[in-house]
């Protein structure tokens, strides 16, 4: 069985850094396409990014040169930076997995973390 | 960017009804690129549907997905209790991937 979750501060302060870190189990992480989503309270989603194995990430233009995803196999764990952050950034962050079978849906989810930007 | 707009944003209905959702694509999706999640209170989204059609193993089989072009749809056929939840679709067309607005489907 295939489990996510993400970790990392639930309060981070604009102007600041917001680090993540997604802890997977249960599967390969150079086999997949691992990706963070976010959700601002009561709103929908957005697709931040994804990264595999040790290729080039891709990001969501929408976030600039702000966001960084990096993975860590032997760890099997990817992370996320945020930079710059403002309280638009305050959101549920999601890391999920593509999957090989299911045509870059997500199939696998983290319980989300909470976090907000506030001084 | 895609943009995919869900329509309605909410539709109430009851137990044992049968509801459809629709999903419009600002472009054409070409191929079967297109994703419907459900979405508890305070829980993650869940895959439902893949590629239009395509059934998530261990989702029911009243739920079902069809469309093509820009025009895609989710149905469920018979609602039940645990049913009543927001759903998104999702397009993996061309990136940045994106969602629809969500429908929130009441009792």
């Known amino acids: 069985q295939v489990q996510l979750q993400e970790s990392g501060p639930g309060l981070v302060k604009p102007s600041e850094t917001l680090s993540l870190t997604c802890t997977v189990s249960g599967d390969s992480m150079k086999s997949s396409y691992w990706t963070w989503i976010r959700q601002p309270p009561g709103k929908g989603l957005e697709l931040i990014g994804y990264?595999?194995?040790?290729?080039?990430?891709s990001y969501n233009p929408s976030l600039g040169s702000r966001v960084t995803i990096s993975i860590d196999t032997s760890k099997n764990q990817f992370s996320l930076k945020l930079t710059s952050v403002t309280p638009a950034d305050t959101a549920v962050y999601y890391c999920?997995?593509?999957?090989?079978?299911?045509?870059?849906?997500?199939?696998?989810w983290g319980q989300g973390t909470l976090v907000t930007v506030s001084s | 960017d895609i943009q995919l707009t869900q329509s309605p944003s909410s539709v109430s209905a009851s137990v044992g009804d049968r509801v459809t959702i629709t999903c419009r694509a600002s472009h054409s999706l070409g191929g079967n690129w297109l994703a419907w999640y459900q979405q508890k209170p305070g829980k993650a989204p869940k895959l439902l549907i893949y590629a239009v059609s395509s059934l998530q193993r261990g989702v029911p089989s009243r739920f079902s997905g069809g469309g093509s072009g820009t025009d895609f749809t989710l149905t469920i056929s018979t609602l039940q209790p645990e049913d009543f939840a927001i759903y998104y679709c999702q397009q993996v067309t061309r990136f940045p991937y994106t969602f629809g607005q969500g429908t929130t489907l009441e009792i």
């Open positions: 990264i595999f194995d040790n290729k080039s990430p």
């Open positions: 999920a997995r593509e999957g090989a079978l299911t045509a870059v849906s997500l199939d696998y």
